[in-house]
Structures are given as C-alpha cells and as structure tokens.
C-alpha cells in the first residue's frame, strides 16, 4: 500500500469510529483496506497519546472480520495452532520470523509517524506470538497488513474465514451504523488514563489496587 493510502483520512476516522463503537484513538495509518476503500485494520501509533505503550500495532476493525475471527476462536483454534506449533519446527520457525516481522513494522511505523521508539515493549509483539496464539484477531490484522506470505497462522485464520469474509468482496453493507451520530464518546478503560503524566498513571494503578483489596478484605470478612 503506497502512502497516500496509507494516510487516514478524516473519513476514516469516521468510518473507523463507527466499526468500533468508539472514538478511533492514535490511528496514525490504515494498515489494510477494504475493496471499496474503507478501512480493515487500523495502524496504531505504539505509544497511546496518553504516554501508554501499546504494542498491538495492527487492529482489526471491521465487524464483519471481527465477528468472523471470533467464531474461529470459539471453535478451539487458537489451542490446535498452539500445539502444532509445539511440534511443527517449519511451522514456529515462520512464526518467529512474523514475530520478527511485526516487530521491524512497529518500529519503522514509530519512525514514519514522529512516534519514536517505545522501550517498554522493545521484543514484545503481540498476539501470543512467537510462540503461542491468543488472539486471532491480531494475527489477521498482521496478515491483512503485511500481505499473505508473512504471518503463516495469520493466513490461516483468513482462509478460515471464507465462509463469512474474503478480500475479492465488500461486506461493509450494513456492517456498522451509519445513521446515527459518529461516536464521541469512549467507553474503554484507557479513557480515564488519558492525558496524566506518568505519576498520576501510578496514582491511579495504586487506587485500583487499594479498592480490589478493600473488596478482597470485605468478602473475607463476610465469610468470618
């Protein structure tokens, strides 16, 4: 994909927005598109806007693949790609390279964008890789994003969801509301983060800490 179509447009955004039910946040490209142009996988920058590293670079939005990826993972995948890769040396030796692969996108996506490096998540990819699966929707994103080729699970899970979804077709018909109001408002547990400084982060984690034992030591309570 070429720069221009990589750059998000405010439309996009928009579109983006409506696929997830929320403000779009730190979308610094569109990583793949759908035959009609709208957006499949939105880049996120790997540093939130509020200091927060965020090592799931390539996030899958549209419903319809979403929904797909989820059947997929209902049905058990995730656990037979996990034990084949325990056993397949040829399969986990393509698997560590699209770890590596990811992790090379990252860094050149925080270089192109003014994002920079990200220490904390420095060898850290994401979606169980590189050596298990535990999100499928990770690996399909990477796939839809860096093309077929690269993430071997990746490209499975795509061609396990033909039956619901394939690239030669647009399915964006209906898949999200485009009547109502664009999304303003997000719901997400990071929102309450946004903005602090490093310090009120940890003021914050201490708090969530404090209240989870207060309620540990009033179940225990209960129980005496």
Not at 92 to 102: G, I, N, S
Not at 203 to 222: P, S, V
């Amino acid at each position: 994909m070429d720069t221009a179509q990589r750059t998000p447009t405010p439309a996009d955004l928009e579109t983006i927005s409506r696929q997830l039910g929320r403000p779009a946040r730190d979308v610094v490209e569109i990583g793949a598109r759908c035959i009609c142009g709208n957006p499949l996988v939105a880049t996120t920058a790997p540093r939130l806007g509020n200091g927060i590293p965020f090592p799931t670079t390539f996030y899958l939005t549209h419903p319809v693949i979403t929904s797909a990826v989820s059947r997929l993972e209902a049905a058990g995948v995730m656990t037979e790609m996990t034990e084949r890769l325990e056993r397949d040396e040829q399969l986990a030796a393509a698997y560590r390279r699209a770890h590596d692969a990811y992790l090379r996108s990252r860094d050149e996506i925080g270089q192109r964008t003014g994002v920079g490096a990200v220490p904390e998540i420095a060898g850290v990819s994401a979606g169980g890789m590189p050596s298990r699966v535990k999100c499928l929707h990770v690996l399909v994103g990477h796939s839809l994003a860096a093309g077929r080729g690269v993430n071997p699970l990746g490209d499975e899970a795509l061609d396990g969801i033909a039956e619901w979804w394939t690239t030669d077709r647009c399915y964006c018909g209906g898949a999200w509301d485009e009547s109502g109001p664009v999304p303003d408002r997000d719901l997400s547990r990071h929102t309450k983060t946004q903005g602090l400084s490093p310090d009120e982060l940890e003021a914050k984690r201490a708090e969530r800490r404090a209240a989870r034992e207060a309620g540990q030591d009033a179940g225990e309570e209960g129980l005496s």
